[in-house]
């Protein structure tokens, strides 16, 4: 009988590649809020259990008591940093009050259970340098609060209880499995509108950024990795390069034959930076990323071809 795996937040991106991942050799229960049309899980739909929950305490403690997992992985969250200043409440409760429930029930219950929360870049004081696992925590907006708080406590509990539990901090990794509102499914599908005269210019708030820009899917392998260890830790798990927003909109247009003055830019401040040092998962496990900045984009734009190509 195959041991069962918690993944909440089954239906964003990161969820649902994971529940591709391991869906052969384990039981996959996922976890959402609100009834899902499961295009995303279309291929393994036979494979997993998807339950409706609310992310109480008593609705996770029965989930878990019923199904027995071996791992949870915690992915729920209202996940976007800008819409976290108008969905303030929102972004705190599916960050903080789910990470506390998973926590109590693992301390309480079921200490054996593997736990990885998904952190986020979002955690730290702005630099001008790559973060590493060490650097200060000074978050600058309620997403990043609400993240922060999960973290530490994260590491709290792992430390006073000597449970198994990871924080992933995780920087910008990209899909079509993301909403449009998140920049590589907004540029692959704005470029090819203006590539059949759809629209005239694209436009972005700053492509001056700079971001680390990795593969949803490497990111999804380096998780499993540090899932696989026999001893918790915190880890930035990224590409380790940092490129523009703009450089991301040239391989695109340069892949659709675009000229990229038709790329527009609101701001260009040149001081937003976020950068990732990943010496320590690539020391720690033999994880890397298998797809480089150009590849994965290309393998995006592939993607998207053959997706609209069958409608």
């Not at 789910?98 to 309480?108: C, D, P, S």
């Not at 736990?115 to 925590?137: G, M, P």
């Amino acid at each position: 009988m195959k041991k069962s795996i918690i993944i909440a937040g089954i239906s964003g991106q990161d969820g649902s590649i994971l529940a591709e991942k391991l869906s052969n050799n384990y039981k996959i229960i996922g976890l959402t809020r609100k009834k899902i049309s499961n295009k995303k899980l279309v291929k393994i739909d036979k494979k997993i259990l998807l339950i409706k929950t609310d992310y109480t305490y008593k609705s996770l403690f029965k989930i878990i008591k019923k199904y027995k997992p071996i791992e949870i992985y915690n992915f729920a969250c209202q996940s976007n940093p800008s819409l976290s200043w108008v969905k303030i409440n929102e972004t705190s409760f599916s960050i903080v009050n789910i990470t506390i429930n998973f926590l109590e029930i693992i301390r309480k219950h079921f200490k054996k259970i593997k736990y990885f929360n998904a952190s986020s870049c979002e955690i730290f004081k702005r630099k001008t340098t790559k973060h590493s696992e060490y650097d200060e925590i000074f978050p600058n907006n309620p997403y990043g609060i609400s993240k922060s708080f999960a973290h530490f406590l994260t590491i709290a509990y792992r430390k006073k209880f000597n449970l198994f539990l990871v924080n992933g901090i995780l920087f910008n990794h990209e899909s079509l499995r993301r909403n449009k509102i998140y920049l590589g499914k907004k540029l692959i599908t704005e470029a090819h509108e203006l590539f059949k005269k759809k629209r005239s210019k694209i436009v972005l708030n700053d492509t001056s950024a700079i971001r680390d820009f990795s593969y949803a899917y490497d990111i999804i392998n380096g998780i499993i990795e540090v899932m696989r260890l026999n001893k918790s830790d915190d880890f930035i798990i990224a590409s380790g390069k940092s490129r523009s927003v703009r450089d991301f909109a040239k391989v695109i247009f340069n892949e659709l034959n675009i000229p990229l003055n038709k790329l527009k830019s609101l701001n260009n401040k040149g001081k937003d930076f976020r950068g990732a040092n990943i010496s320590k998962i690539l020391h720690k496990t033999k994880w890397k990323p298998k797809l480089n900045f150009k590849s994965f984009i290309k393998q995006m734009i592939r993607d998207y071809k053959k997706i609209n190509s069958s409608n």
